[in-house]
């Protein structure tokens, strides 16, 4: 059982930056993909940024130049800096992570992001 928490979610202005933090607990040997997803209301779940064990990042391109995913393994972490932040942007950002042979896909409870002047 692998547990995702979020932090770092806020209220912004346009052209601000916020800094999410997504941490993994719990008992897993391995990882694959770990990602950000986010969901505004009346919206589906749409893929924001991920990151590969290879170091392959993918981007939405609505995010492209403005956001960065990183990850730190010995905190067993991953970060989704948001630069030049859109009232666009506002959503409830969600962690997910993929570990083989420890449940598949988790998904974090999610962080608010809203962007407003």
């Known amino acids: 059982q692998v547990q995702l928490v979020e932090s770092g979610g806020g209220l912004v202005q346009p052209g601000g930056s916020l800094r999410l933090s997504c941490t993994a607990s719990g008992s897993f040997f391995s990882v694959n993909a770990m990602g950000w997803y986010r969901q505004a209301p009346g919206n589906s779940r749409e893929l924001v940024a991920r990151?590969?064990?290879?170091?392959?990042?993918d981007y939405a391109d609505s995010v492209k130049g403005r956001f960065t995913i990183s990850r730190d393994n010995a905190k067993n972490t991953i970060y989704l800096q948001m630069n030049s932040l859109k009232p666009e942007d506002t959503a409830v950002y969600y962690c997910?992570?993929?570990?083989?042979?420890?449940?598949?896909?988790?998904w974090g409870q999610g962080t608010q992001v809203t962007v407003s002047s």
């Open positions: 997910n992570g993929n570990f083989p042979g420890s449940g598949g896909n988790a």
């Open positions: 990151i590969f064990p290879t170091g392959r990042i």
